[in-house]
T-cell receptor, first 114, second 111 residues
Framework: DVKVTQSSRYLVKRTGEKVFLECVQDMDHENMFWYRQDPGLGLRLIYFSYDVKMKEKGDIPEGYSVSREKKERFSLILESASTNQTSMYLC?????????????FGDGTRLSIL | AQRVTQPEKLLSVFKGAPVELKCNYSYSGSPELFWYVQYSRQRLQLLLRHISRESIKGFTADLNKGETSFHLKKPFAQEEDSAMYYCALVAGGTSYGKLTFGQGTILTVHP
């Protein structure tokens, strides 16, 4: 069974801090994703990566960056946290076999920026 | 660009009643469509996908290309069906499996 692990379940940071959210998957998946989940807005794609050191912007990349140095790990970075980045963040992975294969999600990190 | 719309934020039914969660999409090509579910305090998980044409936990969904819809249906709702439901689409081609989600529908099944 695919396991996607996010390093923190809850995180509280201050405005202006640099914040790292970590995600690890154990299925050798090529594709990894970061979403944020907000009530009434659904899930919105921030960034995704289709290979080591490869990344592409999603729909809402502003204020975020990512790092994929190893295939199993995909990090989301908030360069200078702001209160409007308070949200639930979900990581997902997906194998490159076919587009109709599902993504597998982590438990999420609930991030609060004070 | 593709878009997924779930017109109902909240849906309440009584146990044993039929339930239908609506999903409409816009995409010029042939999409892959999914329903994901998130139960309270659990991770988001796949419920079903249109290509499998399967029934999971009594739920079915039929892709209607003419109406660009992928509504989720269950004839007799159960209390354990209470959850957040998301409809999602993957565009064809080299989309790397990127999902476009709808806004989500919170389903509450009352006893």
């Amino acid at each position: 069974d695919v396991k996607v692990t996010q390093s923190s379940r809850y995180l509280v940071k201050r405005t202006g801090e640099k914040v790292f959210l970590e995600c690890v998957q154990d299925m050798d998946h090529e594709n990894m994703f970061w979403y944020r989940q907000d009530p009434g807005l659904g899930l919105r794609l921030i960034y995704f990566s289709y290979d080591v050191k490869m990344k592409e912007k999603g729909d809402i990349p502003e204020g975020y960056s990512v790092s994929r140095e190893k295939k199993e790990r995909f990090s989301l970075i908030l360069e200078s946290a702001s209160t409007n980045q308070t949200s639930m963040y979900l990581c997902a992975s997906h194998g490159r076999t076919a587009s109709n294969q599902p993504q597998h999600f982590g438990d999420g990190t609930r991030l609060s920026i004070l | 660009a593709q878009r997924v719309t779930q017109p109902e934020k909240l849906l309440s039914v009584f146990k044993g009643a039929p339930v239908e969660l609506k999903c409409n999409y816009s995409y010029s090509g042939s999409p892959e469509l999914f329903w994901y579910v998130q139960y309270s305090r659990q991770r988001l998980q796949l419920l079903l996908r249109h290509i499998s044409r399967e029934s999971i936990k009594g739920f079915t969904a039929d892709l209607n290309k003419g109406e660009t819809s992928f509504h989720l249906k269950k004839p007799f709702a159960q209390e354990e069906d209470s959850a957040m439901y998301y409809c999602a689409l993957v565009a064809g081609g080299t989309s790397y499996g990127k999902l476009t989600f709808g806004q989500g529908t919170i389903l509450t099944v009352h006893p």
